[in-house]
């Protein structure tokens, strides 16, 4: 007999689609200042790299993942997308990212408010529209980034979707996984799950008429919703699969367990457990300084790393321009 599940509790992660891989590190790791935390190859495409970024320690709900492939096609930016990915930064800490973008040669659009926050918007190197939020975050900054730790990013804030019948997007999230409707203004929806706080946050903005995204780089992948363990993923899994979805078997991906699906609008949903972790296959403080392969790709580890390029990681103690392996 199953069990009502209590849906997911937050934002685990996101993946989206970048070109060079450097240049993906250098602004992820050097301007944005977030830790690397895994260094690995796509499961599915094992000569492309898989790279994750977060905290110090690589806690679900501020892992923003990469595959860099360069020689994809530009994505499109449009209905049936997330949109817009959106970190967290303490209140006080605008003046300080202001700068940082101005000495960088990032272009931003002006700070604006929205649901009493302040938003400062632009793109990544490769046209991800990406927004830095000051608002109120009790998640520690990064000790060991390139940015001081008391103005650095704490994670996701919320993420931005855009799809055509957001009605039956706000079904499925409120009914099934957990979320709760908190606000609404300028045609955008919030919703929240588990504390309600930065990382638990998902805004549905309404794109009806609006031109179908296509998928490439400078495009979101897909969104991870976090669930503590492995009975509350298959639990979601039951109810997802009870109302029509096609759900995938859960799949094995070392640092968590995942089920994927589409939600009405069109966007790639993952549900992703907490455990194991970052940690599982390299010490804490070690994290992201190895290429780290699944058993079954060890026996082509060599070719592997002939064919992927080095990548030097900026850190406090190395700037953009060099790094650490």
Do not use: C
């Amino acid at each position: 007999m199953s069990t009502k599940s209590t849906g997911t509790t937050g934002i685990h992660h996101v993946t989206a689609i970048a070109g060079n891989p450097q240049r993906n590190v250098d602004f992820y790791a050097g301007v944005l200042g977030l830790r690397m935390v895994k260094k690995t190859v796509n499961f599915d495409d094992p000569e492309t790299y898989h790279l994750y970024y977060g905290d110090d320690g690589g806690n679900p709900g501020t892992i923003m993942t990469f595959f860099p492939w360069g020689d994809a096609r530009r994505g499109r930016i449009g209905a049936g997308q997330l949109v817009t990915t959106s970190f967290s930064i303490p209140a006080d800490s605008l003046g300080y990212w202001t700068e940082r973008f101005v000495e960088a040669g990032i272009r931003f659009e002006k700070p604006r408010g929205r649901f009493g926050d302040t938003v400062l918007t632009f793109s990544d190197p490769d046209g991800l529209r990406v927004e830095l939020v000051a608002a109120q975050d009790t998640r520690e900054g990064t000790a060991d980034g390139t940015t001081p730790a008391g103005d650095s990013v704490r994670g996701f804030h919320h993420v931005t979707l855009a799809v055509e019948d957001a009605e039956l997007t706000a079904k499925l999230m409120t009914e099934t996984l957990g979320f709760r409707q908190t606000d609404e203004a300028e045609g955008r929806t919030r919703f929240a799950a588990g504390d309600g706080g930065a990382g638990d946050l998902v805004d549905v903005s309404g794109a009806a008429g609006f031109p179908r995204g296509a998928m490439g780089v400078g495009a979101v992948h897909h969104v991870a919703f976090r669930v503590p363990d492995d009975e509350a993923q298959l639990a979601v899994r039951e109810e997802v699969a009870a109302l029509g979805y096609d759900v995938t078997p859960v799949l094995d991906r070392n640092y968590f367990r995942s089920i994927y699906f589409r939600e009405p609008g069109g966007v790639l949903f993952e549900i992703a457990t907490d455990p194991p972790g970052f940690a599982v296959d390299e010490p804490l403080d070690e994290l992201g300084t190895h290429l780290k392969l699944p058993p079954w790709l060890e026996t082509r580890r060599g070719r592997l790393e002939e064919v992927l390029s080095p990548l030097h990681i900026p850190t406090a103690r190395a700037d953009a321009t060099g790094g650490d392996e």
